[in-house]
């Protein structure tokens, strides 16, 4: 890439990330730098691309087709995310555009935060905290915030690629779980083995599983996957967990299971209207919340910058994108 600075590429990094990952991104580009946590609005995010050729963005900001239309000089754009359901892909490629995500460099983290996001909403670690600060904790008795077990259960994973994979791991090798799993297309028999689960229909696993955590994409055809039915069709006093994406669930019947007692407990990393709960989910009992933090490792999130940074100059400088999104359909 040339040094004139009038031919260098501009880019426009959308968020404050880490200064030190995106070191060489300004060294080859003209970087236009939104060093606050704020989200652009979508005016001023078209303001802000009308004259880039790359995009470095998170999942706060949204790529759909008016603002392609408004930006013809964008060439790629990166998100510093696994997910990729905040950028219209199909619109991307019918321009032309690239667009590269960032798998594998948060795989474990997230799994980590999977699992204590389970242990935490199983053994009710936030409700208990928040007794124990509000004074409320006055002696000691058998039943006080008892829940399930984690160890020797069975847990039901939706969504088996390789977050859900490395779920399994820690819950089969640490735990003792057995693990079922439900995924768009069955694993190829090797992996299979390797991930020691065994596959199941949706309603089958829901019906199986002691605890069910979905760790699958976000996608029109997922939205409200787990609703009243599927929540019905768990085991009475299961428990429910979420780091994939909010959508996935029904919020007011996940409420309502968890009001009734049918579910033991929920976990959710993710909801829909982040950052704001539905105040239905703030009101719902025995449910732990957290604010989008699962690949919220230090050295996991310089990780996904410093991929969605190669990604940039590989396109920028003619080469093929090192993890493109998968083809629209795939
Ligand atoms: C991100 C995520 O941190 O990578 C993803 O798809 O959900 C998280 O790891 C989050 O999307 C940041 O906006």
């Known amino acids: 890439m040339t040094t004139d600075p009038s031919r260098r590429p501009r880019v426009l990094v959308a968020r404050k990330l880490f200064d030190?990952?995106?070191?060489?991104?300004?060294?080859?580009?003209?970087?236009?730098?939104?060093?606050?946590?704020?989200?652009?609005?979508?005016?001023?995010?078209?303001?802000?691309?009308?004259?880039?050729?790359?995009?470095?963005?998170?999942?706060?900001?949204?790529?759909?087709a008016a603002l392609l239309d408004a930006c013809p000089g964008l060439r790629v754009v990166a998100t510093m995310t696994v997910g990729y359901d905040h950028v219209d892909v199909p619109a991307c490629a019918a321009r032309g555009v690239v667009v590269t995500h960032a798998p594998d460099v948060l795989d474990e983290t997230t799994a980590d935060f999977?699992?204590?996001?389970?242990?935490?909403?199983?053994?009710?670690?936030?409700?208990?905290?928040?007794?124990?600060?509000?004074?409320?904790?006055?002696r000691w008795s058998a039943d006080l915030f008892a829940g399930a077990d984690v160890h020797g259960s069975t847990l039901g994973i939706v969504g088996m690629g390789r977050i859900g994979r490395a779920v399994a791991r820690r819950a089969a090798l640490g735990f003792g779980a057995r693990i079922l799993y439900h995924?768009?297309?069955?694993?190829?028999p090797a992996l299979e083995r390797e991930s020691g689960a065994e596959y199941r229909s949706l309603d089958e696993?829901?019906?199986?599983?002691?605890?069910?955590?979905l760790a699958l994409p976000y996608s029109p055809e997922s939205r409200h996957l787990i609703g009243a039915a599927e929540l019905a069709r768990m085991r009475p006093g299961s428990t429910l967990v979420n780091i994939g994406r909010g959508g996935l669930v029904d919020e007011p019947a996940l409420a309502a299971a968890l009001h009734s007692g049918?579910?033991?407990?929920?976990?959710?990393?993710?909801?829909?209207?982040?950052?704001?709960?539905?105040?239905?989910?703030?009101?719902?009992p025995r449910l732990l919340i957290t604010p989008?933090?699962?690949?919220?490792?230090?050295?996991?999130?310089?990780?996904?910058?410093?991929?969605?940074?190669?990604?940039?100059?590989?396109?920028?400088g003619g080469k093929a994108p090192l993890t493109p999104v998968p083809a629209p359909g795939a």
């Not at 933090?293 to 396109?315: E, F, G, K, Q």
Request: hydrophobic fraction near 45%; aromatic fraction near 4%; glycine fraction near 8%.
């Open 114 to 138: 999977g699992m204590a996001l389970l242990l935490g909403a199983v053994r009710q670690m936030g409700v208990a905290e928040r007794y124990l600060r509000e004074g409320r904790w006055k």
């Open 20 to 64: 030190e990952a995106l070191q060489p991104l300004r060294e080859a580009c003209e970087v236009q730098y939104n060093d606050s946590d704020r989200s652009a609005t979508p005016a001023e995010l078209r303001a802000w691309l009308q004259d880039k050729q790359g995009a470095l963005i998170t999942g706060s900001e949204r790529i759909d």
């Open 183 to 188: 995924n768009r297309r069955r694993l190829d």
């Open 292 to 316: 989008h933090i699962a690949s919220a490792s230090l050295p996991t999130r310089r990780a996904m910058v410093r991929l969605a940074v190669d990604n940039l100059l590989a396109v920028l």
């Open 205 to 213: 696993l829901l019906g199986q599983s002691d605890h069910v955590l």
């Open 262 to 284: 049918h579910l033991g407990a929920a976990g959710l990393d993710v909801f829909e209207g982040e950052p704001t709960p539905n105040p239905v989910l703030l009101e719902a």
